[in-house]
């Protein structure tokens, strides 16, 4: 079974820029997740989506949004990039919504913002 | 306020060496416990889910138990490889993840 995809893999952009990154999940999966890890913070949740629908939000601001298509992918979009964006963003899928079901994690994109 | 405090942030083991990693939390409603690995530039990995205070889940040389505030991630006769961060996380509303404990095994 084919696990989490995400694309690209490494991303440099510069400050005023907008991004989008793209997940898809595992193949059955209905939840995906994303997730900013910086080594100061660690994992911070962005949001969830299931079923085409945002379902849970963290504290980011508006500048993160993100969508969820038909068949599950997902992509997520940071406009008006900063310096303190660079990060790893992490998507993860789940079966179910809302945290009773494990999480699996996709590679990550490495976001470079200079 | 929901948090996960893992503790401690690093540690070094001789290979061989058993020792135990700790993740206590807070969270209202907690729905579950969950450990992962992670490897430097790879995302985690799935390990253990865990429901229940007392409950139990083995993998190899990993062992992970729940408490009603804090769990531990037992690890027997670690080898090199078994050389990563170690992450905990917690799910009620949605997931709150740990800082991670670094691990390091040395030969």
């Known amino acids: 079974k084919a696990g989490v995809t995400q694309t690209p893999r490494y991303l440099i952009k510069t400050r005023g820029q907008q991004v989008t990154l793209s997940c898809s999940p595992i193949?059955?999966?209905?939840?995906v997740s994303w997730y900013q890890q910086t080594p100061g913070q660690g994992l911070q949740f962005l949001f969830e989506y299931f079923s085409e629908t945002q379902r849970n939000k963290g504290n980011f601001p508006g500048r993160f949004s993100g969508r969820q298509f038909s068949n599950s992918r997902s992509e997520m979009n940071v406009s008006t990039l900063e310096l303190g964006d660079s990060a790893l963003y992490l998507c993860?899928?789940?079966w179910g919504q809302g945290g009773t079901y494990e999480q699996y994690f996709g590679p990550g994109t490495r976001l470079t913002v200079t | 306020e929901d948090q996960v405090t893992q503790s401690p942030e690093a540690l070094r083991l001789q290979e061989g060496e058993s020792s135990s990693l700790n993740c206590s939390y807070t969270?209202?409603?907690?729905?579950?416990l969950f450990w992962y690995r992670q490897d430097p530039g790879k995302g985690p990995e799935f390990l253990f889910t865990?429901?229940?205070a007392g409950e139990e889940k083995e993998k190899e040389r990993l062992k992970a138990t729940l408490t009603k505030k804090e769990s531990f991630l037992h690890i027997t006769a670690p080898k090199p490889e078994d050389s990563a961060t170690y992450l905990c996380a917690v799910s009620g509303n949605q997931f709150y993840f740990g800082t991670g404990t670094s691990l390091t095994v040395i030969p």
């Open positions: 993860a899928s789940s």
């Open positions: 865990l429901y229940s």
């Open positions: 969270v209202s409603g907690l729905r579950g």
């Open positions: 193949s059955g999966h209905r939840s």
